[in-house]
């Protein structure tokens, strides 16, 4: 998986947590009313917390160790032994 790729992925899901986390931190009832979308509606009252803590620890865990990943020894320039 080339560096580049890692980034993109990574960015997206500290966007997607972020975005999650808040709305259901900030708009508890359209969080409850409207997630996950497109007509369905499934969520119980004491899972908006849970949300809220899972996706913002995610995304701040993601960035917190964003400096501290390792390139592959491809990307590194080294020899891989196949």
């Known amino acids: 998986m080339n560096t580049t790729y890692r980034q ?3 960015g997206l899901s500290i966007l997607l947590g972020l975005f999650v986390g808040g709305w259901a931190a900030f708009f508890p ?3 409850y009313d409207d997630f996950p ?3 369905l509606a499934w969520v119980s ?11 913002v620890s995610l995304a701040f ?3 917190l160790l964003l400096p501290y990943r390792t390139p592959s020894p491809a990307a590194a320039g080294e020899k891989v032994a196949r």
């Open 8 to 10: 993109v992925v990574l």
């Open 29 to 31: 009832r359209a969080f």
């Open 37 to 39: 979308g497109a007509t």
């Open 45 to 55: 009252v004491d899972v908006v917390g849970n949300v809220v803590s899972l996706s």
């Open 61 to 63: 865990g993601i960035i």
